[in-house]
């Protein structure tokens, strides 16, 4: 099944290829888990302050589903 | 040397060095700024009137060395925009010059009585009243030139255009390292106040000025350390961190993902534009137009001397050169989603008009979209929305309309869709994804401000503990903990971004109490950081109370209980009842 990730700030250095605005569009059996994505994407799991799956929190154990839009998050603030 | 209360007469063009009185021997920055409202500004005066002032004061630990991201400096009086208490704080050089002369704060009172505008330039030896009128009708990126080519290093306090008229969106521009305008005390119109007191600017001259005493040196340097190391080691503020490899505006993605950046007039949570307007997008112009070795954009820049996070920028034109320092999360909100406007450059070139005619970012970006809402314009229309600040900088009707804000507009173009509350407009994050949030807009004194209680931090980055944004429960309390934690951080000098590394690191929250306690020999630990913050927010509210506002003053606008905000499809629930609890300390013990 299909989902959209995306991956910004900081972690955009461990996906170089990645344009500004750019989803990585992903295969994934039924039953994957964040972490799974997020370590299949090398991204450092230190460096993943947040997870968002639909424009809400989620936990790295949660399993996606199909159509998802997933993003992951560094240490972010501002103004 | 103690610190002297420097009280400007206007009327009579006075300077008088006054000893802090024991009442505000307390205080300082935002604390001072609102005790001193508190104690000489008529509640109920207009605050364009006779009996309004401005007050001036840098924090408690502004100006010391090597206190790290420390500079700022807080401006205080009542608000034409809200009618209630403000304090509107800048980075730039003025708070560590203002300090270093010795001063813990400047009144500014009176008005000149033959209409005149005056300069004043402050050094050691006094102030002077120069005729400001080679400076009058300029835009703060001229005055800043001439001033500081008259007086080379020092501080450049000013109003552009806006101040002068009196316009309710009136900023107090401070200048930066390199001397540009832009580091703003933007909300609420305290430029307006400058304004009426007949003051185009303020130089400020530190040469051989006392400086900053220090109580107990080595309590301060322990907690100078404690707090440096924290903010050197958190992944936000660290070097080649989160803010200064992308700006505030690391959270245009951010905030757009969690469907909660406001949208064409907070119409929907999500902007369809939103990477092309985010941090990551100017770092990438930054890179891509500064090759060469004579460009100037940049990021990580700082806005003062001894920041050591630097989150502000310097957005370049299309040859590499200054364009306008910065393009923030606010302002590429403001100017961009909220008005539809996907475009870098013309965001960055409406900042650099903000900055010019002295006009506060997010009033000013909110107001455009009330106007595209009533028809003045389409949204989306990037030269229309530029176009419209010399309007204002000219002073034609329709400019001095937009000059007024969000309500006056919004009242000029029939809308209805009025994102205010106590008539000041409400910044980049939706009450109605993130609950918190509007739990502060709604019931802080200074009117819907973000960084008054900034619940973002636990509803949106996960620092401070993680806390669902969505939900209502517990928002209330949440609210009121960073409010009062925020009044005390306004009061230190520290910018409030070293809230995120302090808030993770519990070592960096004590150190920063250390050094206020260092500074200024008061027994002050971390855990006195939230009391003495309910001690300056009861002046701010009692002052609103006696000002005429009652608990109705404390709602978010109708139209967020009415309509449902996509992508997320939700309302404001939280209840009135909920609301009132906030503040019912005041008069219910603490
Ligand atoms: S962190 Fe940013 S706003 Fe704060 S003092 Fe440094 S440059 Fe200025």
């Given at each position: ?79 | ?327 923030e999360y606010e302002t590429a909100w403001a100017l961009g989603a909220n008005c539809g406007i996907d475009d870098l450059d013309y965001v960055a070139q409406m900042t650099r008009e903000c900055n010019d005619v002295g006009l506060d970012t997010i009033e000013a970006g909110n107001t455009i979209a009330v106007a595209m809402e009533g028809g003045l314009l389409e949204f989306g229309d990037g030269a229309g929305a530029l176009n419209l600040f010399d309007e204002v900088r000219k002073g034609t009707p329709l400019g001095r309309i937009i000059g007024q804000g969000v309500e006056a507009t919004a009242k000029a173009f029939g809308v209805y869709r009025v994102p205010t509350v106590k008539g ?141 905000l996509p992508p997320h499809n939700v309302t404001w629930t939280i209840t009135n009842e909920e609301l009132d609890q906030v503040y019912s300390w005041v008069h219910n013990g603490s």
């Amino acid at each position: 099944m299909q989902i959209d990730v995306r991956v910004f700030a900081t972690l955009r250095r461990y996906v170089p290829e990645l344009g500004v605005g750019e989803t990585i569009k992903m295969d994934v059996e039924s039953g994957t888990t964040l972490v799974e994505i997020l370590d299949h994407l090398n991204l450092p799991r230190e460096e993943v302050k947040i997870v968002m799956r639909n424009g809400r929190q989620a936990d790295l154990d949660d399993a996606v589903q199909e159509g998802d839009r997933i993003a992951f998050v560094p240490a972010i603030a501002g103004g | 040397m103690p610190k002297k209360i420097l009280r400007i007469n206007m009327t009579d063009k006075k300077a008088t060095y006054e000893d802090v009185p024991e009442k505000w021997s307390r205080w300082a920055g935002r604390a001072l700024t609102s005790a001193i409202t508190f104690d000489e500004v008529e509640p109920t005066c207009h605050p364009l009137g006779p009996n309004n002032k401005l007050v001036i004061a840098p924090g408690w630990v502004t100006g010391t060395p090597a206190a790290p991201s420390s500079g700022r400096t807080s401006f205080g009086g009542k608000s034409p925009l809200t009618g209630g208490i403000k304090e509107a704080n800048a980075g730039g050089l003025s708070g560590q010059k203002i300090a270093k002369l010795g001063l813990a704060a400047i009144i500014l009172e009176g008005h000149p009585k033959d209409g005149k505008w005056y300069t004043l330039v402050l050094n050691r030896n006094g102030v002077e009243f120069k005729d400001a009128a080679p400076l009058m009708g300029k835009g703060m990126y001229e005055i800043d030139e001439i001033l500081g080519k008259t007086y080379p290093n020092t501080a450049i306090i000013g109003i552009g255009q806006a101040g002068e008229m009196k316009l309710s969106n009136a900023g107090i521009s401070v200048n930066d390292s390199e001397n540009h305008p832009g580091r703003y005390a933007g909300r609420g119109g305290m430029g307006a106040v400058m304004g009426v007191r007949g003051v185009k600017a303020i130089v400020v001259d530190d040469t051989g000025g006392p400086g900053v005493e220090i109580a107990d040196k080595e309590t301060f340097e322990a907690g100078r350390k404690k707090l440096t190391e924290a903010i050197l080691s958190h992944d936000l503020t660290k070097k080649g961190g989160g803010l200064p490899s992308y700006g505030t505006a690391i959270l245009v993605n951010i905030i757009n993902e969690a469907g909660g950046l406001p949208t064409r007039n907070f119409s929907t949570g999500q902007f369809e534009g939103a990477a092309k307007i985010s941090g990551e997008a100017i770092a990438e112009v930054i890179e891509q137009r500064c090759q060469g070795a004579d460009s100037e954009g940049t990021m990580g820049h700082a806005c003062h001397p001894g920041c050591i996070i630097k989150c502000s920028n310097v957005y370049p034109d299309e040859s590499g050169k200054h364009l306008v320092s910065c393009v923030e999360y606010e302002t590429a909100w403001a100017l961009g989603a909220n008005c539809g406007i996907d475009d870098l450059d013309y965001v960055a070139q409406m900042t650099r008009e903000c900055n010019d005619v002295g006009l506060d970012t997010i009033e000013a970006g909110n107001t455009i979209a009330v106007a595209m809402e009533g028809g003045l314009l389409e949204f989306g229309d990037g030269a229309g929305a530029l176009n419209l600040f010399d309007e204002v900088r000219k002073g034609t009707p329709l400019g001095r309309i937009i000059g007024q804000g969000v309500e006056a507009t919004a009242k000029a173009f029939g809308v209805y869709r009025v994102p205010t509350v106590k008539g000041q407009s409400m910044p980049a994050y939706e009450p109605r994804a993130i609950k918190g949030i509007g739990v502060t807009y709604a019931t802080t004194p200074m009117g819907a401000d973000h960084t008054a209680g900034y619940t973002i931090a636990p509803e949106i980055a996960g620092v401070g503990g993680k806390v669902d944004p969505l939900t209502d429960e517990g928002k209330a309390d949440l609210s009121l903990t960073f409010q009062a934690a925020t009044a005390f951080i306004d009061s230190t000098g520290y910018c409030l971004f070293i809230a995120f590394p302090i808030l993770d690191i519990a070592t960096g929250w004590a150190g920063m109490a250390e050094t206020v306690a260092g500074v200024t020999g008061m027994a002050v630990t971390g855990d006195d950081v939230v009391p003495m913050g309910k001690e300056i927010l009861k002046m701010e509210r009692l002052f609103n109370e006696q000002a005429g506002f009652t608990s109705e003053r404390d709602r978010i606008p109708e139209f967020m209980r009415e309509e449902a905000l996509p992508p997320h499809n939700v309302t404001w629930t939280i209840t009135n009842e909920e609301l009132d609890q906030v503040y019912s300390w005041v008069h219910n013990g603490s």
